[in-house]
């Protein structure tokens, strides 16, 4: 019987022990940061061992999920939702991590007419020209679809695009109105309307009506597998997912 050098054993022990110490973590995110919290959770899971399952929504409905009682190890929702969570002492202490400001955009189909976003004005234009356009339904808790639909009000065309408008639960959501033709033009965070190949984004919103949002991730109370949380947070705020999340348009924070 031919023997296996001791090397070989030893590795497949360590193998062995590291899949049975494997932390199974539960990532609650808000959509605009799930496509790129998953690429950089598809290499964290590889170089730990470890397993991750994400729930994507919008941070209200992932508020309401959480004091419901589901207990994810790490979440990643708007600053102003996580000083909440911060304020009801539902976090591990220092365990927040500030990650990306993400912009609000325009989308539209490839070869679509373009909106004008060089000023408010020209904006509230191309929105009135517009035959359709989709966001996130506030009910659903999305920041992007509570913004924009007090952005209308502002504006003083709220009744006017009534009509108008496609409602969508999510901002992957509005890309896909606007991808399959359901809508001329969609408004949701950039980070969740870039990756849909079906669409162009004609770019953000004009900067005196523009909502940079702030996104952070931490360690609920909650969590079972509190020191693999910590990784993997630590794997978003390192070099490689600074990376991600430039390439998808995000801006890391300090």
Same mark, same amino acid.
């Given at each position: 019987?031919?023997?296996?050098?001791?090397?070989?054993?030893?590795?497949?022990?360590?193998?062995?022990?590291?899949?049975?110490?494997?932390?199974?973590?539960?990532?609650?995110?808000?959509?605009?940061?799930?496509?790129?919290?998953?690429?950089?959770?598809?290499?964290?899971?590889?170089?730990?061992?470890?397993?991750?399952?994400?729930?994507?929504?919008?941070?209200?409905?992932?508020?309401?999920?959480?004091?419901?009682?589901?207990?994810?190890?790490?979440?990643?929702?708007? *600053?102003?939702?996580?000083? +909440?969570? /911060?304020? =009801?002492?539902?976090?591990?202490?220092?365990?927040? !991590?500030? $990650?990306?400001? &993400?912009?609000?955009?325009? *989308?539209?189909?490839?070869? +679509?007419? /373009?909106? =004008?976003?060089?000023?408010?004005?020209?904006?509230? !234009?191309? $929105?009135?020209? &517009?035959?359709?356009?989709?966001?996130?339904?506030?009910?659903?808790?999305?920041?992007?679809?509570?913004?924009?639909?007090?952005l209308l009000a502002k504006m003083g065309i709220a009744d006017q695009m009534k009509p108008k408008i496609v409602y969508r639960n999510q901002g992957s959501e509005v890309a896909d109105a606007v991808a399959k033709g359901d809508a001329e033009l969609g408004v949701s965070f950039i980070a969740e309307l870039a990756p849909n190949k079906g669409l162009?984004?004609?770019?953000?919103?004009?900067?005196?009506?523009?909502?940079?949002?702030?996104?952070?991730?931490?360690?609920?109370?909650?969590?079972?597998?509190?020191?693999?949380?910590?990784?993997?947070?630590?794997?978003?705020?390192?070099?490689?997912?600074?990376?991600?999340?430039?390439?998808?348009?995000?801006?890391?924070?300090?």
């Amino acid at each position: 019987m031919r023997k296996m050098p001791l090397c070989a054993i030893a590795a497949g022990l360590f193998l062995a022990g590291a899949q049975a110490d494997a932390a199974e973590l539960k990532v609650f995110v808000g959509g605009a940061m799930t496509e790129t919290v998953e690429k950089i959770g598809a290499d964290y899971a590889r170089m730990s061992g470890n397993k991750l399952e994400y729930v994507s929504d919008t941070t209200g409905a992932l508020l309401n999920r959480l004091k419901a009682g589901e207990k994810p190890d790490v979440i990643v929702v708007t *600053a102003p939702a996580m000083d +909440g969570l /911060v304020k =009801d002492g539902a976090l591990v202490s220092g365990s927040r !991590a500030e $990650l990306v400001r &993400a912009l609000i955009g325009v *989308a539209m189909k490839p070869g +679509g007419k /373009v909106p =004008d976003l060089s000023s408010p004005e020209s904006f509230k !234009a191309s $929105l009135l020209a &517009a035959r359709t356009v989709s966001y996130v339904n506030p009910k659903a808790g999305g920041t992007s679809g509570t913004y924009f639909e007090g952005l209308l009000a502002k504006m003083g065309i709220a009744d006017q695009m009534k009509p108008k408008i496609v409602y969508r639960n999510q901002g992957s959501e509005v890309a896909d109105a606007v991808a399959k033709g359901d809508a001329e033009l969609g408004v949701s965070f950039i980070a969740e309307l870039a990756p849909n190949k079906g669409l162009k984004v004609a770019g953000p919103l004009p900067s005196a009506i523009q909502l940079p949002t702030n996104y952070a991730a931490a360690i609920p109370s909650v969590s079972a597998n509190q020191a693999a949380a910590k990784g993997f947070i630590a794997a978003m705020r390192g070099p490689s997912g600074t990376a991600v999340f430039k390439a998808a348009g995000l801006e890391p924070l300090p």
